[in-house]
């Protein structure tokens, strides 16, 4: 196994940058010897939601990334707070950024975002029989356009690339989407 080519021989704590902290790992390359050491970005787990509404539409959001310096088209989502499930997470982001409730909600899995340097899971969340009813209630930087896409227009949107954020790429895979097309008994379907 690789991971036994590995010995961690330290760590030590950098800078709290609000939604990660920076920690540098030694380890020692065992065939070698050789040290070195490496960044890891301790941060929370994340959770993408896909929602679907009654009409097999998929709630979507439109929103800023500083990262890229433009709108991008996403499914609901953020950080999991300290002591909640990723289910728990979930149903509230979706609340949160679109006003939207459903039934039925499940855990679908999770990816890791970035396993170089990020220590997090990124959960996906499927809810089923989404509406309007709840409470939107975005963060102080957050400004959220929602939109509703027919669940048969998702592959067509990944594969124009209409939709490049990885993490909702991998949370509509989870549930069925790809570019090629809605996975036959797919659950944006059920």
Known sequence: MPEQLWQRTG???????????????????????????????????????????????????????????????????????PGESPLQAGVR?????????????????????????LNNRCYTVLVHQAQPRGTLRPDRFEHLEVELVPAQQIPQLLAQGAIRNAMVVAALAAAGATAQGLVPGNLLQA
């Open 11 to 81: 760590s030590r704590s950098g800078e709290d940058c609000r939604i990660f902290r920076v920690r540098w790992d030694h380890y020692r390359f065992l065939p070698q010897g050789d040290q070195g050491e490496f960044v890891v970005l301790e941060a929370p787990d994340w959770v993408n939601v896909v929602a679907v509404t009654p009409q097999q539409e998929v709630v979507l959001v439109r929103q800023f990334r500083h990262g890229v310096e433009q709108s991008t088209l996403e499914v609901p989502g953020g950080m999991i707070d």
């Open 93 to 117: 982001e979706l609340e949160e950024e679109t006003g939207y409730v459903g039934q039925g909600a499940e855990v679908l899995g999770y990816v890791w975002p970035n396993p170089a340097f």
